[in-house]
Structures are given as structure tokens and as C-alpha cells.
């Protein structure tokens, strides 16, 4: 039997499905108040969304004027480890669905199946994947990038990021100081990202809006790209080393509505103590809808202090919760 293999033994207080930095901090809330409990996660890592972007700075977590995303996902495990035997982390383990029996659910995963009187989902809406730059060869060449694990391969070199988000701004910010010269280009003269950050990075970097992509080429084993201004027709013809593309994430499996739960915008409707339409089944981050929801790290890590509470308020209503002041 493999380490993650699930069984109906074990009726658990609470399953947290997704180890992203909303569902690790829920799995350790709930091992503080001593609940039990278990995360399952279908990638072979935690972190979520964060392992995406892991040398990325974070510049809105309370507490840290900047962090790298790995190193807020190192510190989120390492809170989370001091209460992994009182609730475990199964890495690779899809959940696929659930049915209520009488006072408790059955949840089925890949590797078999669980009991639990409550869940949270803490699926981030699935997995996602990123939009590629779409434009004839861009598959064939090597030095395109949807996403950044090491930032060495850009030691000194022309790098070009494509995109108008805080990932195209923050990875320009991020990697100033490695490479020979960062470029933004994006397609609008307004940027979706923080106004902050982008006025540095047009101090300190070449950013040329607004600008089509139109072409991909090798001469002499140099990259280019060929872009227009929008307004004016001008071209212009660009050498890059690198090229990061940062055109948003697409969602690549699991429709939220297969869950039999309440949804709205692809995301669970909920209760303002995060509870899904399923009583007992609780939904925090990323996968949660409700008006004014904000899709960062802060909030997710909020509502997982919400539902945590509530669980076990609902499940032991004698007993002080811890983070209950
Ligand atoms: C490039 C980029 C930069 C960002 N920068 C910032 C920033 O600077 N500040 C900020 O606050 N936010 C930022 N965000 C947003 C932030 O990453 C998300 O808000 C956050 O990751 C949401 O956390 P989550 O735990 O709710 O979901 P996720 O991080 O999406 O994690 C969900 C987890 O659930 C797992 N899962 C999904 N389905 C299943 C299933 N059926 N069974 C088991 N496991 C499952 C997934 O594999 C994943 O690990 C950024 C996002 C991106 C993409």
C-alpha cells in the first residue's frame, strides 16, 4: 500500500483539498486547533500558483515589504511542518468527488477514499496553465518562457517580457539587476499592474507601449521579434536573448460545477464564513466567489482563518479555538 493510499478508516474533522498557500495554512490552523484533519494535493509539490512564479517578489504580504514567492511557500511548509504528523500532506493525490452519507462525506480521490464530517476546498479553480505567445514558430524557439523557476540563465543578457500584469512588471523589477537590459512590451498604454511598480520600471528599464507582436525570427542564431505601434504603424525590430511571456493563466481541467456545490464566475458561491451551498463543505482562496473577492495570497490566508473557525466552532462548540481572542 502506497504511503497516500486512502481508506475509510479514519473519520477525519476536516479534508483540505489543494496545498497552495491557502490550503497549507488551513492544514496548519487546523492542526492548531486540534482538529483532524488532512491535505490532499494533486501536483507532485505545495504552493499553488507560487510554484509558478517562485523567484518572483511579492511586495503585498503583510509583514514583508518584499518576498520571494519561494520563500514565502518555504515559510508557509515551514510554519505548517511543526504539525505534519497530527495532519499529513498527500502530495499527488487528486480529488475527484464527493457524496454526503448520513452525518459525514465519502470523498473519492486517485488513491482511494475518505471520510470526513467537513471539507475545504482550497483548489485554486483547478490547475492552470499558462496563455502562450501566439505567433507562427514560437514553439520552436528555446528562449521563450511562460514562467521563471532560476533566474542564472539571465545573467547579463537582453531579456524582452511581454504583458501589461504585475508578473510581466514584477519579473522586469525582479531581474533588473541580473540581466544587461530588461524591456517590457505591451499592447496598451494602461497596465492592469500596480501603478507603483510600474512607474519604477519605466525609470529603470526601456517600456514600449503600445506595441503589437507580429513576428519571430533567427538571423545568425540571434532571436528577434518584430512589433507595431499601434497608433503611429511604426516597426520596430527587437534582439532578445530571452523573451517571458506573461499573458495570464488559462485553466487547463476540472470545471467547479462537477462539485454539485453553487457556483458563480466558475468559482463556489459562499457565505460570508465561507461556507459553500453544501453545508459542512467550506471553500477558501482562490475557487471562492463572493462580492468584492480579491484574488491574492493575504486574502486566501484570511478566509482559511475563517473557515477553520468556523469548522471548529460548528464541530466542537465547547471548545476554545485557538486563534479565538
Ligand atoms: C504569476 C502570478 C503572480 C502572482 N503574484 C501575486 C502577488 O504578488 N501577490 C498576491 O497576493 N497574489 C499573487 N498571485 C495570486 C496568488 O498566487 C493566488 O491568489 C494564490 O496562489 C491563491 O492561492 P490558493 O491556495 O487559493 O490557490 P492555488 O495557489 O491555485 O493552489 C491551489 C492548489 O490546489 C491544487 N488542486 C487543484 N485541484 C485539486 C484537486 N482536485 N485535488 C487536489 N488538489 C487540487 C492545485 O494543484 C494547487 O496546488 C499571483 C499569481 C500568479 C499566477
Same mark, same amino acid.
Given at each position: 500500500m502506497s504511503e497516500n493510499q486512502q481508506n475509510l478508516s479514519t473519520l477525519y474533522d476536516v479534508v483540505i483539498i489543494g496545498a497552495g498557500p491557502s490550503g497549507l495554512f488551513a492544514g496548519t490552523l487546523a492542526a492548531m486547533n486540534q482538529l483532524k484533519a488532512c491535505i490532499i494535493e494533486?501536483?507532485?509539490?505545495?504552493g499553488g500558483q507560487l510554484t509558478l512564479y517562485r523567484e518572483k517578489a511579492v511586495y503585498?504580504?503583510?509583514?514583508?515589504s518584499k518576498i520571494l514567492a519561494g520563500d514565502l511557500v518555504k515559510s508557509l511548509y515551514d510554519q505548517y511542518l511543526a504539525y505534519r504528523d497530527k495532519v499529513p500532506l498527500y502530495l499527488n493525490t487528486q480529488a475527484k468527488s464527493v457524496k454526503k452519507e448520513d452525518e459525514y462525506f465519502i470523498l473519492t480521490t486517485d488513491h482511494g477514499e475518505l471520510k470526513t464530517k467537513t471539507m475545504i476546498m482550497?483548489?485554486?479553480g483547478g490547475m492552470f496553465q499558462p496563455r502562450r505567445?501566439? !505567433? /507562427?514558430?514560437?514553439?520552436?524557439?528555446?528562449?521563450?518562457?511562460?514562467?521563471?523557476?532560476?533566474?542564472?540563465?539571465?545573467?547579463?543578457k537582453d531579456l524582452v517580457i511581454l504583458g501589461g500584469g504585475d508578473s510581466a512588471v514584477d519579473w522586469g523589477l525582479t531581474l533588473l539587476d541580473t540581466a544587461k537590459s530588461v524591456t517590457l512590451i505591451h499592447r496598451?498604454?494602461?497596465?492592469?499592474?500596480h501603478e507603483q511598480n510600474v512607474n519604477l520600471l519605466k525609470e529603470k528599464a526601456t517600456v514600449l507601449t503600445p506595441y503589437q507582436t507580429l513576428e519571430l525570427s533567427k538571423e545568425n542564431e540571434k532571436s528577434f521579434l518584430m512589433i507595431k505601434h499601434a497608433e503611429t504603424n511604426e516597426i520596430q525590430k527587437i534582439k532578445f536573448d530571452h523573451l517571458l511571456v506573461f499573458y495570464g493563466m488559462v485553466p487547463i481541467r476540472e470545471r467547479?460545477?462537477?462539485?454539485g456545490m453553487e457556483v458563480e464566475k466558475n468559482a463556489f458561491k459562499v457565505t460570508c464564513? !465561507? /461556507?459553500?451551498?453544501?453545508?459542512?463543505i467550506y471553500a477558501i482562496g482562490n475557487s471562492v466567489y463572493y462580492e468584492g473577492k480579491l484574488r491574492m495570497i493575504v486574502t486566501g490566508l484570511g478566509e482559511a482563518a475563517t473557515a477553520v473557525g468556523q469548522i471548529t466552532k460548528t464541530l466542537y462548540p465547547n471548545k476554545m479555538s485557538v486563534f479565538k481572542h
Open positions: 494533486s501536483s507532485s509539490e505545495y503585498d504580504m503583510p509583514g514583508f482550497a483548489n485554486g505567445l501566439d !505567433l /507562427e514558430h514560437a514553439d520552436e524557439f528555446d528562449n521563450i518562457y511562460y514562467y521563471v523557476q532560476k533566474t542564472d540563465i539571465f545573467k547579463q496598451r498604454n494602461d497596465f492592469r499592474a467547479l460545477d462537477q462539485w464564513a !465561507l /461556507e459553500t451551498s453544501v453545508k459542512n
